[in-house]
C-alpha cells in the first residue's frame, strides 16, 4: 500500500510532478518544465524495510530528484506565496468558510455540485451561493468571477525573518496559535481598525486575513515515514552497494531542508480595492498599517 500511495501521492508521486508543471504552465514561468521526468521516472525504485515498500530513487537519478525539490521550492516561493496569488487564495476560503459555518452550504454538497466542474465554475458556483446567502451583502468573490483583478490591495504583510521582535513574536503566535474562533475575533479587530483613518466600517468581507499555518512542503525529504531513499551502485560494476537517505545524499536537498522560515511565507491583510480607493489615501496607508500591525500585536498578546 505504501508503494501504490507513494506513485501517486509521494513526494515524486504523479500528482505532484503533474501539479508543478501544470501550474508552472498556468502561471507563466518556467519552474515546473525544468523538471526532468524521464529520467525521474526511470529511476523511481522499490524500497522495502520491514515489510513495506515505498517509493525509492535510482542513484542516476538524483539529478532529476533534485529538480522536482527546487521545482517545488520556487513555485512556492514566487507563486503559490505571491501575495497576488495568497488574496485569491483567502477570499475563497473567506467564503467558503461563511457558508459552511452559517449551514448554508456542506462540504458534501459543494463536492457533488463542483465535481464535474471547471475552477471557473466552482468559483461561480461559490459566488452565487454566497451572494444568496447572504441577501447582496458584500461578496469578495464578485471581481474573481467576473475574471477582473483580485479585489484585494494588500494593506500589511508580516515577515516569519525580517522586522523587529515584536513583529516576529505577533508572526509567530498567529501561525502556531491560530483557531477558528480566534480568526473571526481578528477579524472583527481588523474591520474595526481599518475605519481608524476614515470613520467609516468595512462591511464583513471588506478584511480578509491571510495566515499561513502548515510547514514547508520541501521539509519532510529527510526524517520519518517521509524519508526518501537512494540506492546506490558500485563504481564500475553498477552492483548495488547500499541505501542512503537523499537528504544525506544530496547538498541541495540538504541546504532546502534546513533553509529557515521562509521570507515568501509571510501574514497578511487585505483591504477590499474598493473601499481601499474611495475611503483612503496613499499618504494614510503607512499610519493604517502601523495602527493594524498594533491592533493585531494587541490581540494576539493574551494568546
Same mark, same amino acid.
Given at each position: 500500500?505504501?508503494?501504490?500511495?507513494?506513485?501517486?501521492?509521494?513526494?515524486?508521486?504523479?500528482?505532484?510532478?503533474?501539479?508543478?508543471?501544470?501550474?508552472?504552465?498556468?502561471?507563466?514561468?518556467?519552474?515546473?518544465?525544468?523538471?526532468?521526468?524521464?529520467?525521474?521516472?526511470?529511476?523511481?525504485?522499490?524500497?522495502?524495510?520491514?515489510?513495506?515498500?515505498?517509493?525509492?530513487?535510482?542513484?542516476?537519478?538524483?539529478?532529476?530528484?533534485?529538480?522536482?525539490?527546487?521545482?517545488?521550492?520556487?513555485?512556492?516561493?514566487?507563486?503559490?506565496?505571491?501575495?497576488?496569488?495568497?488574496?485569491?487564495?483567502?477570499?475563497?476560503?473567506?467564503?467558503?468558510?461563511?457558508?459552511?459555518?452559517?449551514?448554508?452550504?456542506?462540504?458534501?454538497?459543494? =463536492?457533488?455540485?463542483?465535481?464535474?466542474?471547471?475552477?471557473?465554475?466552482?468559483?461561480?458556483?461559490?459566488?452565487?451561493?454566497?451572494?444568496?446567502?447572504?441577501?447582496?451583502?458584500?461578496?469578495? =468573490?464578485?471581481?474573481?468571477?467576473?475574471?477582473?483583478?483580485?479585489?484585494?490591495?494588500?494593506?500589511?504583510?508580516?515577515?516569519?525573518?525580517?522586522?523587529?521582535?515584536?513583529?516576529?513574536?505577533?508572526?509567530?503566535?498567529?501561525?502556531?496559535?491560530?483557531?477558528?474562533?480566534?480568526?473571526?475575533?481578528?477579524?472583527?479587530?481588523?474591520?474595526?481598525?481599518?475605519?481608524?483613518?476614515?470613520?467609516?466600517?468595512?462591511?464583513?468581507?471588506?478584511?480578509?486575513?491571510?495566515?499561513?499555518?502548515?510547514?514547508?512542503?520541501?521539509?519532510h525529504f529527510g526524517t520519518g515515514e517521509s524519508s526518501v531513499m537512494v540506492?546506490?551502485?558500485?563504481?564500475?560494476?553498477?552492483?548495488?552497494?547500499?541505501?542512503?537517505?537523499?537528504?544525506?545524499?544530496?547538498? =541541495?536537498?540538504?541546504?532546502?531542508?534546513?533553509?529557515?522560515?521562509?521570507?515568501?511565507?509571510?501574514?497578511?491583510?487585505?483591504?477590499?480595492?474598493?473601499?481601499?480607493?474611495?475611503?483612503?489615501?496613499?499618504?494614510?496607508?503607512?499610519?493604517?498599517?502601523?495602527?493594524?500591525?498594533?491592533?493585531?500585536?494587541?490581540?494576539?498578546?493574551?494568546?
Amino acid at each position: 500500500m505504501l508503494l501504490a500511495r507513494d506513485v501517486i501521492l509521494g513526494p515524486f508521486g504523479v500528482d505532484r510532478v503533474s501539479a508543478l508543471t501544470f501550474d508552472s504552465r498556468q502561471a507563466g514561468v518556467s519552474f515546473g518544465q525544468a523538471i526532468d521526468v524521464a529520467s525521474l521516472v526511470e529511476g523511481l525504485t522499490p524500497y522495502r524495510e520491514d515489510g513495506n515498500a515505498s517509493i525509492g530513487i535510482e542513484e542516476h537519478s538524483t539529478a532529476a530528484a533534485e529538480s522536482v525539490i527546487c521545482a517545488l521550492y520556487w513555485i512556492y516561493q514566487y507563486v503559490y506565496w505571491h501575495h497576488t496569488n495568497r488574496a485569491v487564495m483567502s477570499s475563497v476560503r473567506f467564503a467558503a468558510r461563511r457558508l459552511f459555518t452559517a449551514g448554508s452550504l456542506s462540504f458534501d454538497d459543494y =463536492l457533488a455540485e463542483v465535481s464535474n466542474s471547471t475552477d471557473y465554475q466552482a468559483l461561480a458556483f461559490l459566488e452565487d451561493r454566497y451572494s444568496a446567502a447572504t441577501s447582496g451583502a458584500f461578496n469578495p =468573490l464578485s471581481s474573481l468571477a467576473e475574471l477582473k483583478r483580485p479585489g484585494f490591495k494588500r494593506v500589511l504583510s508580516i515577515s516569519p525573518v525580517f522586522g523587529d521582535p515584536s513583529r516576529l513574536s505577533t508572526h509567530a503566535k498567529l501561525v502556531k496559535q491560530l483557531t477558528p474562533a480566534r480568526e473571526d475575533q481578528l477579524l472583527e479587530r481588523l474591520r474595526n481598525a481599518a475605519c481608524w483613518p476614515t470613520g467609516s466600517n468595512p462591511q464583513d468581507g471588506q478584511v480578509i486575513i491571510d495566515i499561513p499555518v502548515h510547514p514547508r512542503p520541501w521539509s519532510h525529504f529527510g526524517t520519518g515515514e517521509s524519508s526518501v531513499m537512494v540506492r546506490l551502485r558500485k563504481t564500475g560494476t553498477k552492483a548495488p552497494s547500499g541505501w542512503r537517505r537523499l537528504i544525506d545524499h544530496s547538498p =541541495l536537498i540538504f541546504a532546502l531542508n534546513t533553509l529557515p522560515a521562509q521570507p515568501a511565507r509571510k501574514v497578511r491583510v487585505y483591504l477590499d480595492r474598493g473601499y481601499y480607493n474611495r475611503s483612503l489615501q496613499r499618504a494614510d496607508h503607512a499610519a493604517l498599517e502601523q495602527h493594524l500591525m498594533d491592533e493585531l500585536g494587541n490581540e494576539v498578546e493574551g494568546w
